[in-house]
């Protein structure tokens, strides 16, 4: 019983997911049970959502607790904690001319660097919201973060690597 609950619930979730608007909701750590012979009193699952912007915080928050709000079986309880824990990235001016040094830099080294949204939840969301120049995202290359199909570009490592480096020589001028 809890299990159809469960993963009902799941589907729902994930269904709200919109990657190409840099959203994404993605039920990635599931526990519960006490044991493998017995039906499961309870679970737990927590819930990443990425967004794009604070509306869009505000859209997807109240679309969660829509979806956790209707019951599935009765004799389920579904208890939903939390929200929105970190702001979107802001793209400011200051960003944008940390953003042309990295560009400059990688064309230095044959490199093609693309200026994108992804919907992450960086640390950096929080410095650019002050103005701070931030950007996220120096790291390997990869997509569909947090689905079915994500991935990992092991040779853009040493690449990044480098490419990093350039740029903390070229700020430190």
Same mark, same amino acid.
């Given at each position: 019983?809890?299990?159809?609950?469960?993963? !009902?619930?799941?589907?729902?979730?994930?269904?709200?997911?919109?990657? =190409? /608007?840099?959203?994404?909701?993605?039920?990635?750590?599931?526990?519960?049970?006490?044991?493998?012979? !017995?039906?499961?009193?309870?679970?737990?699952?927590?819930?990443? @959502?990425?967004?794009?912007?604070?509306?869009?915080?505000? /859209?997807? =928050?109240?679309?969660?607790?829509?979806?956790?709000?209707?019951?599935?079986?009765?004799?389920?309880?579904?208890?939903?904690?939390?929200?929105?824990? %970190?702001?979107?990235?802001?793209?400011?001016?200051?960003?944008?001319?940390?953003?042309?040094?990295?560009?400059?830099?990688?064309?230095?080294?044959?490199?093609?660097?693309?200026?994108?949204?992804?919907?992450?939840?960086?640390?950096?969301?929080?410095?650019?919201?002050?103005?701070?120049?931030?950007?996220?995202?120096?790291?390997?290359?990869?997509?569909?973060?947090?689905?079915?199909? /994500?991935?990992? =570009?092991?040779?853009?490592?040493? /690449? %990044?690597? @480098?490419?990093?480096?350039?740029?903390?020589? %070229?700020?430190?001028?």
């Amino acid at each position: 019983m809890l299990f159809k609950s469960f993963h !009902t619930k799941i589907q729902a979730l994930h269904a709200l997911s919109r990657h =190409d /608007e840099g959203l994404s909701v993605n039920v990635g750590l599931i526990s519960g049970g006490t044991s493998v012979n !017995t039906v499961a009193p309870h679970a737990r699952a927590e819930i990443d @959502v990425r967004i794009s912007t604070d509306e869009q915080g505000i /859209e997807i =928050d109240k679309q969660v607790r829509e979806v956790c709000s209707q019951p599935v079986l009765a004799g389920v309880k579904l208890t939903l904690n939390g929200g929105i824990n %970190r702001p979107p990235m802001v793209k400011t001016p200051e960003s944008a001319n940390l953003i042309e040094i990295i560009k400059q830099q990688a064309d230095l080294i044959g490199l093609a660097i693309e200026d994108i949204s992804t919907g992450g939840g960086s640390d950096a969301s929080f410095t650019a919201g002050v103005g701070t120049p931030s950007v996220d995202g120096l790291g390997p290359i990869g997509g569909y973060q947090h689905s079915d199909k /994500e991935y990992l =570009d092991l040779p853009s490592l040493t /690449e %990044r690597t @480098v490419l990093f480096a350039n740029v903390i020589k %070229r700020l430190s001028q």
